[in-house]
């Protein structure tokens, strides 16, 4: 199946500072999603995107869908505790299956 | 709450037993899709189903096998279960070919 590549594997950072992480693909894709994942929960979908170029926001958090539609990048500013989680890029072909990347774990040092 | 409910919420088992986890879509959407999520894993497709009919098969194993009904609920069945089927089970949804997946709280498997 399709490989995302998604990077950093992990984060450790203080409470306040602004995070990046990113996702990449050696396939296109249409549609690029951001999840956040608590313990033994279900990922919670953070931002959608449908175009190349885009960027979207959702409160702290602002994503780009990558010009050459290979990758897509998740920006947290002014980080809080309860951004800790798992997040993950997931990138899809029109009508067909997601792929997930492998995961960022953000930890949050108060 | 995303909509997608998933049950039993824990399910603990012994090696060579069959089970049944069961996911009820939101309302309205038509595709749901089972993942497999194993410790400090990410999520692993299984299969798709649209509108009662398989779309797409990822990785399921032969001793695996699911089912979308008529309701649009579906059922994700696992038999001669291995102490390595332990996982969390996802199940997510969506309304059609450009919507985002909405995952359920998953059911946490664990064969003893």
């Known amino acids: 199946g399709q490989q995302l590549n998604q990077s950093p594997q992990s984060m450790f950072i203080q409470e306040g500072e602004d995070v990046s992480m990113n996702c990449t693909s050696s396939?296109?894709?249409?549609?690029w999603l951001w999840y956040k994942q608590d313990p033994g929960e279900g990922p919670v979908l953070l931002i959608a995107?449908?175009?190349?170029?885009e960027l979207t926001s959702n409160g702290r958090l602002t994503a780009q869908f990558g010009i050459t539609r290979k990758d897509s990048f998740l920006n947290i500013s002014a980080s809080i505790p309860s951004d800790v989680g798992i997040y993950f890029c997931?990138?899809?072909?029109?009508?067909?299956?997601?792929?997930f990347g492998t995961g960022t774990s953000l930890t949050v040092i108060p | 709450d995303s909509g997608v409910t998933q049950t039993p919420k824990h399910l603990i088992t012994a090696t060579g037993q069959r089970v049944t986890l069961r996911c009820s879509p939101r309302?309205?959407?038509?595709?749901v899709y089972w993942y497999q999520q194993s410790l400090d894993q990410g999520l692993q497709f299984l299969i798709q189903?649209?509108?009662?009919?398989?779309?797409a098969k990822g990785n399921i194993l032969e001793r695996f096998s699911a089912q979308q009904f008529p309701d649009l609920h579906s059922e994700l069945n696992l038999s001669s279960l291995e102490l390595g089927d332990s996982a969390l089970y996802f199940c997510?949804?969506?309304?059609?070919?450009?919507?985002?997946?909405?995952f359920g709280n998953g059911t946490r498997l664990t064969v003893t």
């Open positions: 997510a949804s969506s309304a059609g070919q450009v919507s985002p997946l909405h």
């Open positions: 396939s296109i894709f249409n549609t």
């Open positions: 309302s309205g959407d038509l595709s």
């Open positions: 997931a990138g899809q072909l029109t009508g067909n299956q997601f792929y």
């Open positions: 189903y649209y509108n009662g009919e398989e779309r």
């Open positions: 995107l449908y175009k190349a170029g």
